[in-house]
């Protein structure tokens, strides 16, 4: 096993530092669709689950551009980054190394979560909170997707 067998752990790793609901809500997009993950976890099989996960996915993108929206940097928001990308990352590392998976997607989340709160902060003031949360969003749910997709149609 090579360190390369779990770069899309890492990227979904990313991806949550950014916007902590996406690595789920991309997940559950492809297990509604009937996709498989390469790494096994029941609970990625639940209805609710799936359903949940896209729920708060669609509410994160639509609260971030509120005023109010405090930032990703905070504990709870913190804590919300290492469990999406926790279960996100183990359920796209190969199976059998899931916790590995796990560990190195929320290694590159939370330190990420300051880099991109940065980069987020400079755009604000540049641009507004609402296109640069727009452009952002579209940014973070591409790559999301991305990792997903190709980690899943790897691994049919």
Request: aromatic share 2%; hydrophobic share 50%.
């Amino acid at each position: 096993m090579t360190i390369s067998g779990l770069l899309p752990s890492a990227l979904i790793g990313a991806v949550a530092s950014a916007r902590s609901m996406t690595p789920m809500a991309t997940i559950a997009t492809a297990r509604l669709a009937g996709r498989r993950t390469p790494g096994r976890l029941l609970l990625l099989d639940h209805p609710v689950f799936k359903l949940g996960a896209l729920a708060m996915g669609a509410l994160e993108l639509m609260g971030d551009k509120m005023k109010t929206a405090p930032d990703r940097t905070v504990f709870l928001g913190l804590l919300a980054r290492i469990a999406s990308a926790g279960i996100a990352g183990a359920a796209l590392a190969p199976r059998g190394r899931e916790r590995q998976g796990a560990a190195v997607a929320v290694a590159a989340a939370v330190p990420l979560a300051y880099l991109t709160l940065d980069g987020r902060k400079r755009a604000m003031s540049r641009i507004g909170q609402t296109r640069s949360g727009l452009i952002e969003d579209a940014l973070v749910v591409a790559a999301g997707a991305l990792t997903v997709a190709l980690t899943i149609d790897r691994n049919r």
